[in-house]
């Protein structure tokens, strides 16, 4: 299995999805435990099977085989163009057997049953198959990868590469500037259509190695593109994969108290310098330079229908292309921006910046581009405290550099010509100013990342932890799928944070309890003032602050089709219905805990029915402690670890939590107290754990090998 299809197959951890809190349950899957599972998994990348709607753990008809073949097959091999086999087929919906499976690989290829047989029966040894046994899904996946990547004894080819063509034409691309669902934007030679298959290859060592579209970001160049006759980009090969040292920023018209953004959109974009810049475009492989501007002097760009209009006092101009702003010396240039505010002033970006027009109609994106390095200069400051120290800021350095890269792996913003934006779907970026201590964490860590598996890991992190952090697939499900629990992240495992005691099993609900419970527990996170809370809430504050959010993540479970909040009895969930009612709160039952301890399934009982909240912003979510959610006349009180307390906080501090009900004589529920620890997800780094670490004269390596499970650190640049 090929180190990029492991990552790919991993968690994304998509902001919107993680704002929205979306998940559902299912028992442990046999799927994510498959020996064959990423095999299935490449080649839904690869969009040879499809990625929902199918189970590979099916037996397979010979219709699906060959039809799967055909996409497999079909503009990869020489010679070879599968068509309407499904018609030929006497029986189609029966199932294959292993002989014909092979069989019909060997048609595949454009071999002779007994070479293609032999051949095929050689890298597939791994089934053990007699010839009339059946075929699954996990094994048509294994068959069809080992076509694409396994070499047999003494040769240097996959059977596949024998019969790889490249394509009609071919070009060697200038810089990747966008990416959309069909169609991909270049610098020089601008929008050119991707076919519905395109696929992207490394070609190292004249080895050829299939990969996931994906792996194609926003910001590469020189890639060989190979297009098929109806002149999409069919094939996409990658000289070498290495890794980004710019990145590139969506920079917000505004950001909210909390650092995420509000927009991208800007009516108007104003800036200026200190010294001289230029306004340029790019024509095949060259600058143009339209304007340079003076000291301090302002230009206004301005979307005029699709066209950015570039204003300077009297002077007009309408371009019909990306603008690039970049320093008319060589040295850098800082730019400020005067049309948005960070932190009561306006920001100053480093690097170079391009606008182009929105997705929307009449406004400006607003991108800058400039080294990693550079970046984390405006990112760290706004993670931790300064008070903390160089040791700290060089963890949070390592972790930030790690996120980035894995960001741009990833793509979200590659529609709006950027790797990541300027708030918490990504980093905050720009909303603190740069200090020594901070830059010189990160000079001294330059190009140093935690990697598992010889992949860049996804470096998440989060506030504080309870006391043991949380397995990525009991918090976050499995993004393809939407399954939950997710697909385990083996860098990514629930580990005990308390010094020198042993922890119970916290999936047992006494205790968790207790443990949540305990004041006296020595650990790393009892820095921070969330290391334990508490939250007192009436029965009836409790069916207020319910009945108003449960049909709201019924909402979100809506926007992405889903069926994450489910109704198990009694009346349905209406995000529609003003007086939506869960009836007297009966029970409040955990279904299912973490190894962490945090809750991932909770079950509402009332009166009108029964209802069940999967995964932890969704638990968070649904019991806000807020004065109007709750309708108190009195504000909801969080009481902290350190005895200080915050007033009507916007969600629970975290799900690692539980719950002690008092009842009256008649058994009906009259308070219910909430005792918890932690602050946010809990998976990865804990930064307040971090904090802790340091005070106790624990070097970054060592910090960070606690958080993520079996990383190894490695300087990459």
Known sequence: ?????????????????????????????????????????????????????????????YRDYVSFGEKLINGRAKDVILSNL?????????????????????????????????KIKEITGELKKTDTDRINGYEMAYIFYNLLYSKRK??????????????????????????????????????????????????????VTPLGFSRVSVGMSDLKFLFNKEGQVKTIILPDLDFPENIRVLISQELSEWGSSKSYDFAEIKIKAEQPFKIITHKKGEDIINFVTEQDEIITFTNQDGQIQVTVGNYNELINDRVYIKSFYPH?????????????????????????????AGYLYLINELPIEMYLRKVVPSEIPFSWGKEAFKVQAIAARSYAI??????????????????????????????TLVNEAIDETRGIVPMYDGEVIDAVFFSTSAGYTANNEDVWHYYRTKEFPGKPIPYLRA??????????????????????????????????????????????????TINKNLPARERADGILKTDFIQTLTGIPVDPENPDFSIGTL?????????????????????????????????????IRPQKDMTGSKEDVILHRYDGSVYRNYSILPSAFAAFEIERDEQGEITKVTIYGGGNGHGVGMSQWGVKGMVD???????????YYTGIELKKIY
């Open 1 to 61: 299995m090929s180190n990029f299809f492991k990552k790919f197959s991993l968690y994304i951890g998509l902001s919107l999805v993680a704002f929205l809190g979306l998940t559902f349950i299912v028992q442990a899957s046999d799927q994510l435990m498959h020996p064959f599972f990423d095999e299935v998994e490449a080649l839904i990348a690869l969009k040879v099977l499809p990625g929902t709607d199918w189970k590979p753990e099916d037996p397979v008809t």
């Open 406 to 435: 894995s960001q741009i792996q990833m793509g979200r913003f590659e529609s709006k010509s950027a790797n990541v934006d300027d708030s918490t779907a990504s980093q905050v970026y720009n909303n603190c100013d740069e200090s």
């Open 332 to 360: 850098n240039l800082q730019f400020e921006v005067l049309s948005t505010i960070r932190k009561g002033k306006n920001p100053v970006y480093a690097g170079h910046m391009e606008i182009i027009p929105s997705e929307k």
């Open 154 to 207: 003494g040769e240097s080819r996959t059977v596949l590469e024998e019969r790889y063509i490249l394509g009609e034409r071919e070009i060697i691309a200038s810089k990747i500037m966008q990416i959309t669902n069909d169609q991909i934007i270049l610098e020089d030679e601008g929008a050119l259509p991707l076919a519905k298959d395109v696929q992207a290859f490394l070609i190292k060592d004249n080895i």
């Open 696 to 706: 106790m004269g624990y070097t970054y390596d060592q910090i960070l090998k606690n």
């Open 495 to 544: 580990r005990s944070q308390i010094i020198n005691k042993n922890v119970p099993d916290l999936t047992k609900e006494e205790n968790a309890l207790a443990f949540f419970k305990d004041q006296t527990l020595e650990s790393f996170d009892a820095v921070s003032p969330y290391y334990r809370w508490r939250i007192e809430l009436t029965r009836e504050e409790l069916e207020n």
């Open 586 to 622: 009966k029970d409040l039952k955990v279904v299912r805990r973490g190894e962490g301890g945090n809750i991932m399934v909770l079950d509402i009982i009332g009166t009108n029915g029964t209802y069940r909240v999967m995964k932890e912003y969704n638990i968070r979510f649904v």
């Open 86 to 118: 499904t018609d030929k087929l006497v029986n189609p919906e029966a199932v294959i057997t292993y002989q014909d499976a092979l069989k019909y690989a060997s048609l595949f290829l454009g071999l002779s049953d007994e070479t293609g047989i032999a």
